[in-house]
T-cell receptor, first 111, second 112 residues
Framework: EPEVTQTPSHQVTQMGQEVILRCVPISNHLYFYWYRQILGQKVEFLVSFYNNEISEKSEIFDDQFSVERPDGSNFTLKIRSTKLEDSAMYFC?????????FGQGTRLTVV | DQQVKQNSPSLSVQEGRISILNCDYTNSMFDYFLWYKKYPAEGPTFLISISSIKDKNEDGRFTVFLNKSAKHLSLHIVPSQPGDSAVYFCAAITGTASKLTFGTGTRLQVTL
Protein backbone atom coordinates (compact mmCIF):
# COMPACT_ATOMS: atom_id res chain seq x y z
CA GLU A 1 0.00 0.00 0.00
CA PRO A 2 1.45 3.40 -0.93
CA GLU A 3 2.48 5.56 1.97
CA VAL A 4 3.94 8.92 2.82
CA THR A 5 7.51 8.58 4.07
CA GLN A 6 9.40 11.10 6.18
CA THR A 7 13.05 11.42 7.08
CA PRO A 8 14.65 11.68 9.54
CA SER A 9 12.44 10.15 12.19
CA HIS A 10 14.16 12.23 14.86
CA GLN A 11 16.26 15.38 14.52
CA VAL A 12 18.04 17.17 17.33
CA THR A 13 19.34 20.62 16.54
CA GLN A 14 20.76 23.60 18.35
CA MET A 15 18.74 26.77 18.63
CA GLY A 16 19.44 29.06 15.70
CA GLN A 17 20.43 26.27 13.34
CA GLU A 18 18.68 25.49 10.08
CA VAL A 19 16.86 22.18 9.65
CA ILE A 20 15.34 20.51 6.61
CA LEU A 21 12.64 17.93 7.08
CA ARG A 22 12.05 15.63 4.14
CA CYS A 23 8.97 13.89 2.84
CA VAL A 24 8.12 11.68 -0.10
CA PRO A 25 4.37 11.98 -0.71
CA ILE A 26 2.26 9.29 -2.37
CA SER A 27 3.15 9.42 -6.04
CA ASN A 28 -0.19 10.26 -7.69
CA HIS A 29 -1.21 12.83 -5.09
CA LEU A 30 -1.41 16.46 -6.05
CA TYR A 31 -1.79 18.29 -2.76
CA PHE A 32 0.88 18.32 -0.06
CA TYR A 33 0.83 19.57 3.48
CA TRP A 34 2.89 20.06 6.58
CA TYR A 35 1.33 19.86 10.02
CA ARG A 36 2.88 19.86 13.44
CA GLN A 37 1.93 18.66 16.89
CA ILE A 38 3.54 20.13 19.97
CA LEU A 39 3.61 17.58 22.78
CA GLY A 40 0.19 17.21 24.36
CA GLN A 41 -1.50 19.60 21.95
CA LYS A 42 -3.61 19.16 18.84
CA VAL A 43 -2.34 18.70 15.32
CA GLU A 44 -1.94 22.12 13.69
CA PHE A 45 -1.88 23.03 10.03
CA LEU A 46 1.25 24.79 8.77
CA VAL A 47 1.08 24.97 4.99
CA SER A 48 -0.46 23.45 1.90
CA PHE A 49 1.22 23.17 -1.49
CA TYR A 50 -0.29 22.60 -4.91
CA ASN A 51 1.01 23.02 -8.43
CA ASN A 52 4.45 24.00 -7.14
CA GLU A 53 3.27 26.82 -4.97
CA ILE A 54 1.90 27.49 -1.54
CA SER A 55 -1.89 27.45 -1.63
CA GLU A 56 -2.50 28.27 2.02
CA LYS A 57 -0.45 28.86 5.16
CA SER A 58 -1.20 29.43 8.81
CA GLU A 59 0.05 32.20 11.11
CA ILE A 60 2.60 29.74 12.44
CA PHE A 61 4.23 29.54 9.01
CA ASP A 62 6.23 32.75 9.23
CA ASP A 63 9.34 33.87 7.35
CA GLN A 64 11.46 31.30 9.16
CA PHE A 65 9.63 28.52 7.33
CA SER A 66 9.77 27.56 3.68
CA VAL A 67 8.67 24.60 1.58
CA GLU A 68 9.96 23.22 -1.65
CA ARG A 69 9.34 20.38 -4.07
CA PRO A 70 12.80 20.31 -5.64
CA ASP A 71 12.61 17.23 -7.85
CA GLY A 72 8.98 16.17 -8.33
CA SER A 73 9.09 13.52 -5.64
CA ASN A 74 10.50 15.07 -2.47
CA PHE A 75 8.66 17.70 -0.47
CA THR A 76 10.73 19.57 2.11
CA LEU A 77 10.10 21.87 5.03
CA LYS A 78 12.95 24.17 5.99
CA ILE A 79 13.19 26.09 9.23
CA ARG A 80 15.91 28.71 8.85
CA SER A 81 16.73 29.57 12.43
CA THR A 82 15.15 27.16 14.88
CA LYS A 83 13.70 28.27 18.19
CA LEU A 84 13.01 26.19 21.28
CA GLU A 85 9.28 26.46 20.61
CA ASP A 86 9.73 24.77 17.22
CA SER A 87 10.23 21.48 19.08
CA ALA A 88 7.35 19.28 17.91
CA MET A 89 6.37 16.35 15.75
CA TYR A 90 6.17 17.47 12.14
CA PHE A 91 3.87 15.54 9.84
CA CYS A 92 3.84 15.59 6.09
CA UNK A 93 0.60 14.65 4.34
CA UNK A 94 -0.65 14.30 0.80
CA UNK A 95 -3.98 13.79 -0.90
CA UNK A 96 -5.93 13.80 -4.16
CA UNK A 97 -9.38 13.66 -2.51
CA UNK A 98 -10.99 14.89 0.68
CA UNK A 99 -8.80 14.18 3.66
CA UNK A 100 -5.12 13.37 3.73
CA UNK A 101 -2.69 10.55 4.30
CA PHE A 102 0.02 11.26 6.82
CA GLY A 103 3.62 10.21 7.20
CA GLN A 104 5.01 8.83 10.43
CA GLY A 105 6.41 12.19 11.41
CA THR A 106 9.75 13.73 12.29
CA ARG A 107 10.34 14.55 15.91
CA LEU A 108 12.26 17.81 16.01
CA THR A 109 14.00 18.66 19.26
CA VAL A 110 15.59 22.08 19.53
CA VAL A 111 18.09 22.43 22.37
CA ASP B 1 -10.59 29.87 17.77
CA GLN B 2 -11.68 26.27 18.32
CA GLN B 3 -13.66 25.45 15.21
CA VAL B 4 -13.59 21.73 15.97
CA LYS B 5 -14.01 20.55 19.54
CA GLN B 6 -13.74 17.23 21.25
CA ASN B 7 -14.93 17.85 24.76
CA SER B 8 -13.98 14.49 26.22
CA PRO B 9 -10.21 14.19 26.59
CA SER B 10 -10.48 10.52 27.50
CA LEU B 11 -12.83 7.56 27.37
CA SER B 12 -12.56 4.08 28.83
CA VAL B 13 -14.62 1.22 27.42
CA GLN B 14 -14.67 -2.51 28.03
CA GLU B 15 -13.67 -4.84 25.24
CA GLY B 16 -16.70 -5.90 23.21
CA ARG B 17 -18.75 -2.84 24.13
CA ILE B 18 -19.50 0.19 21.98
CA SER B 19 -17.17 3.19 22.01
CA ILE B 20 -18.76 6.52 21.14
CA LEU B 21 -16.50 9.46 20.45
CA ASN B 22 -18.03 12.88 20.00
CA CYS B 23 -17.08 15.99 18.10
CA ASP B 24 -18.69 19.41 17.72
CA TYR B 25 -17.91 22.09 15.19
CA THR B 26 -18.79 25.73 14.71
CA ASN B 27 -17.95 26.46 11.08
CA SER B 28 -20.98 25.78 8.86
CA MET B 29 -18.71 25.94 5.80
CA PHE B 30 -17.17 22.58 6.64
CA ASP B 31 -18.31 20.10 4.02
CA TYR B 32 -16.34 16.99 4.88
CA PHE B 33 -15.54 15.39 8.21
CA LEU B 34 -12.95 12.77 8.99
CA TRP B 35 -11.79 10.65 11.88
CA TYR B 36 -8.16 9.82 12.44
CA LYS B 37 -6.56 7.43 14.90
CA LYS B 38 -3.16 8.19 16.32
CA TYR B 39 -0.64 6.18 18.30
CA PRO B 40 2.17 7.94 20.17
CA ALA B 41 5.08 9.02 17.97
CA GLU B 42 3.21 8.02 14.80
CA GLY B 43 1.31 9.98 12.19
CA PRO B 44 -2.50 10.14 12.20
CA THR B 45 -4.12 7.23 10.35
CA PHE B 46 -7.27 7.88 8.40
CA LEU B 47 -10.24 5.84 9.63
CA ILE B 48 -13.47 7.02 8.08
CA SER B 49 -15.03 10.13 6.60
CA ILE B 50 -18.43 11.59 5.87
CA SER B 51 -19.63 14.21 3.46
CA SER B 52 -21.89 16.94 4.80
CA ILE B 53 -24.68 15.76 2.51
CA LYS B 54 -24.92 12.47 4.36
CA ASP B 55 -25.88 11.62 7.91
CA LYS B 56 -24.23 8.23 8.26
CA ASN B 57 -21.30 6.32 6.87
CA GLU B 58 -20.32 2.84 7.89
CA ASP B 59 -17.13 0.87 7.37
CA GLY B 60 -16.83 -2.41 9.22
CA ARG B 61 -16.77 -1.77 12.94
CA PHE B 62 -16.70 2.00 12.44
CA THR B 63 -19.73 4.20 11.85
CA VAL B 64 -19.76 7.96 11.71
CA PHE B 65 -22.96 9.92 12.30
CA LEU B 66 -23.42 13.55 11.31
CA ASN B 67 -26.09 15.85 12.71
CA LYS B 68 -25.73 19.05 10.72
CA SER B 69 -28.40 20.99 12.55
CA ALA B 70 -26.59 20.35 15.84
CA LYS B 71 -23.14 20.69 14.22
CA HIS B 72 -22.22 17.42 15.86
CA LEU B 73 -20.68 14.20 14.71
CA SER B 74 -19.83 10.98 16.43
CA LEU B 75 -17.74 7.91 15.77
CA HIS B 76 -19.08 4.56 16.94
CA ILE B 77 -16.77 1.59 17.26
CA VAL B 78 -18.46 -1.72 17.86
CA PRO B 79 -17.32 -4.07 19.15
CA SER B 80 -14.38 -2.28 20.73
CA GLN B 81 -11.07 -4.13 20.78
CA PRO B 82 -7.91 -3.55 22.82
CA GLY B 83 -6.09 -2.58 19.61
CA ASP B 84 -8.47 0.35 19.28
CA SER B 85 -6.76 2.03 22.22
CA ALA B 86 -5.31 5.26 20.79
CA VAL B 87 -6.05 8.95 20.48
CA TYR B 88 -8.88 9.74 18.07
CA PHE B 89 -9.01 13.05 16.25
CA CYS B 90 -11.99 14.50 14.54
CA ALA B 91 -11.11 16.76 11.59
CA ALA B 92 -12.99 18.89 9.10
CA ILE B 93 -12.33 20.49 5.74
CA THR B 94 -14.02 23.17 3.64
CA GLY B 95 -13.14 21.85 0.21
CA THR B 96 -11.73 18.76 -1.45
CA ALA B 97 -8.10 19.57 -0.83
CA SER B 98 -8.26 22.20 1.85
CA LYS B 99 -6.39 21.97 5.13
CA LEU B 100 -7.67 19.75 7.90
CA THR B 101 -8.84 21.49 11.04
CA PHE B 102 -8.36 19.08 13.91
CA GLY B 103 -10.06 18.72 17.25
CA THR B 104 -8.00 18.26 20.40
CA GLY B 105 -8.43 14.49 20.44
CA THR B 106 -9.98 11.88 22.71
CA ARG B 107 -7.83 9.16 24.23
CA LEU B 108 -9.71 5.86 24.04
CA GLN B 109 -8.69 3.06 26.35
CA VAL B 110 -10.27 -0.32 25.69
CA THR B 111 -9.94 -2.55 28.72
CA LEU B 112 -10.12 -6.31 28.94
Amino acid sequence: EPEVTQTPSHQVTQMGQEVILRCVPISNHLYFYWYRQILGQKVEFLVSFYNNEISEKSEIFDDQFSVERPDGSNFTLKIRSTKLEDSAMYFCASTYAPGAFFGQGTRLTVV
Amino acid sequence: DQQVKQNSPSLSVQEGRISILNCDYTNSMFDYFLWYKKYPAEGPTFLISISSIKDKNEDGRFTVFLNKSAKHLSLHIVPSQPGDSAVYFCAAITGTASKLTFGTGTRLQVTL
